[in-house]
T-cell receptor, first 116, second 116 residues
Framework: DAGVIQSPRHEVTEMGQEVTLRCKPI?????LFWYRQTMMRGLELLIYFNNNVPIDDSGMPEDRFSAKMPNASFSTLKIQPSEPRDSAVYFCASSLESGRGQETQYFGPGTRLLVL | AQKVTQAQTEISVVEKEDVTLDCVYETRDTTYYLFWYKQPPSGELVFLIR??????QNEISGRYSWNFQKSTSSFNFTITASQVVDSAVYFCALSEANTGRRALTFGSGTRLQVQP
């Protein structure tokens, strides 16, 4: 079975440009997470969706960041306008959340973003 | 609030040595989940193990073993007879069941270098 798919794998852009990161979760999973990894802050949650609905967006840095999940098989994370401090690795993860509680989150390969 | 501490920033061992990675967690939830992930130099996050708070049995999987002790809030990871391929950053993580916070709280990671 395919794992979590993210695109692009690498993105280099200039400050002020719009950046869109994409994620396809594992088929059948109903929870999707966006995390960001930086040297300074480590791995931190940006936003969490359950059944396509944003549940926890407390980690979204500011209005420049937005995330959508239009259907169960696709999510986007958009940064507009991008800034050099947004440079990081962005991970998407998915899991199956059931009445039994928290299941394992499986991560995509990540998108390495560099904003010049 | 939840917190995960990995006090060992970097460990260097010689191949075939045993090594233990420490993880100490804090949570007020009575039901929670603990995880270990491996991040090899290629950058992806690979799931290793998930442990529920109500299951204190230790687990062994090949050369890997995990020691969960609620009394000391620790979930340590031991690699027996380490190999060069074990070189990676290892993350311990926590999620809570009753607070509704499904996101993983990660430790800062321990970089393991296994020398040939």
């Amino acid at each position: 079975d395919a794992g979590v798919i993210q695109s692009p794998r690498h993105e280099v852009t200039e400050m002020g440009q719009e950046v869109t990161l994409r994620c396809k979760p594992i088929s059948g999973h109903n929870s999707l997470f966006w995390y960001r990894q930086t040297m300074m802050r480590g791995l931190e949650l940006l936003i969490y969706f359950n059944n396509n609905v944003p549940i926890d967006d407390s980690g979204m840095p500011e209005d420049r960041f937005s995330a959508k999940m239009p259907n169960a098989s696709f999510s986007t994370l958009k940064i507009q306008p991008s800034e050099p401090r947004d440079s990081a690795v962005y991970f998407c993860a998915s899991s199956l959340e059931s009445g039994r509680g928290q299941e394992t989150q499986y991560f995509g390969p990540g998108t390495r973003l560099l904003v010049l | 609030a939840q917190k995960v501490t990995q006090a060992q920033t970097e460990i260097s061992v010689v191949e075939k040595e045993d090594v233990t990675l420490d993880c100490v967690y804090e949570t007020r939830d009575t039901t929670y989940y603990l995880f270990w992930y491996k991040q090899p130099p290629s950058g992806e996050l690979v799931f290793l193990i998930r442990r529920n708070s109500f299951d204190e049995q230790n687990e062994i999987s090949g050369r890997y073993s995990w020691n969960f002790q609620k009394s000391t809030s620790s979930f340590n990871f031991t690699i027996t007879a380490s190999q060069v391929v074990d070189s990676a950053v290892y993350f311990c993580a926590l999620s809570e069941a009753n607070t509704g916070r499904r996101a993983l709280t990660f430790g800062s990671g321990t970089r393991l270098q296994v020398q040939p």
